[in-house]
């Protein structure tokens, strides 16, 4: 069965590769290279389990695991082979442009420098983790496509979404089980990450509640990676169902609320936060003040039902959860209050490869690791830190002045869905090491690039100065 499994993905994979690299090398369409991306990180890991199953081979598995960086690195160098006069080609940097190539820039010093216990190979493995997001980042700014072709981004998210959740209704009816129980996802872990199985279900403790009650991921990584990716499905499918004529906006009702459904079975508290702050966003973002009041009622109405209804034991998770008391919380109290320590004795940071959860990141070394920002701001100090921050503030603050400006339908509902993300994020962010959850991050990082070239376009009112690209 692993072997069917295993020939079957390593059959759809190469196919999307190869047609995605001939579109590239040979009709120039570089940017062609994010809808490989959507279509393969949803299921990365999953697919590399799968691999390793029915091989054996940590060496078959390197070859699907660096695709996601050839595919982007190959779009890179066409991208440079098909521009005539690349020497001439006209720089136009915004705000978000200065922030990312400073914080990249940064993080190159820090690797050559000779800072911290982490070998030179864990730190380039590291910088190559920060490099990637800035190179689809870069991507996304020059990128020119079509509506037709911004659709397509679209069909893929809305796919992921509805396909999401699918898996976790058959894994939570039918099956009975995680997916990641039959496909080898535990073996995968010991053998090529050196994680052993751990939690009742044996793969990790993130896949079960403190009530070992199931946390499913479907066919994501993790249920954490599981519930901030839905969030980019939810925004998708709402801004398409608020733009579109009401005879046809139905089927992104079921985007919603199947994206909803896949946040339930993710049992993340942190996502089920950042819905909220995503919804109060998307009111201010549409004036829709009796949306914030419907979000307080809602919240409200879940108080008295904690308080007056709710089993004991859902009463003290929710009242653990508030209070810190929950060892999960104080699991990340703990992480952060040692970040800010290491941060406070060392403000310009201990070098890479010593915060995180990244596997280039040893036991041993690693300070901190469960808040996005507090990792920066431990290997690159408190510049690297508000670098990361400004640079996610200012591409939120652009993709918003691309919505109210643009007067292209698609290139608003992109813009949307970008800055709503990166705003969704935020709580994540604050719990994990999310930068990792590679189809969210870096989709949303290729969205925020696009956006600062629409936005680019606006300010300049001419697109003169920018060559179309588009083949």
Known sequence: MALIF??????????????????????????????????????????????????QSAEVVGMFQILKEVIVL????????????????????????????????????????????????????????MLIPGLVYFLGRNTRFSKLEIGWIFKIIFAVAIGAFLVNCMESFLLGAHLQQLTGYALYNQAI??????????????????????????????????????????????????????????????VMACSLGSLVFSASRAAFGAFFIMIFFVALVFKLYKLIGAGFLVLVCFGVYVI????????????DTITFENSSSLGHVVEWLLALDSMVANPLGIGLAMSGNAGSVTDELRVGGENQFLIYGVQLGWLGMMLYILTMATGVVLSLR????TENTMTARLAFVGAVTKVGLLLPLFTANAEMYTYVAWLSWWMIGYNVKEYSFIKNTTNQIFPDFRQ
């Open 402 to 405: 691309v919505f109210y400006q």
């Open 193 to 254: 990450n050196d994680i052993d199985p751990s939690g009742n279900f044996g793969l990790t403790w993130t896949f079960e509640t403190q009530a070992v009650t199931k946390r499913l991921a479907s066919f994501f990584s993790d249920p954490l990676e599981l519930a901030s990716s839905v969030l980019m499905g939810f925004a998708a499918g709402l801004i398409w169902f608020l733009t579109s004529k009401k005879e046809y906006n139905w089927p992104y009702l079921l």
């Open 6 to 55: 295993f020939i079957g993905i390593a059959l759809a994979v190469g196919a999307g590769f190869l047609w995605v690299v001939q579109e590239m090398i040979f009709r120039g369409r570089w940017s062609y290279f994010i809808f490989f991306l959507a279509a393969f990180l949803p299921f990365y890991i999953t697919s590399l389990s799968i691999v390793y199953l029915a091989t």
């Open 308 to 319: 007056g209804f709710a089993s004991d034991d859902f009463y003290f998770f929710v009242l």
């Open 74 to 129: 190959v779009a890179i160098l066409v991208f440079l082979f098909y521009q005539k006069g690349i020497f001439d080609y006209p720089f136009r940097l915004q705000s978000t442009d200065w922030m990312m190539l400073a914080f990249l820039s940064l993080g190159f010093l820090y690797l050559l420098l000779p800072l911290g216990e982490a070998s030179f190979i864990n730190k380039a493995l590291y910088y190559k983790s």
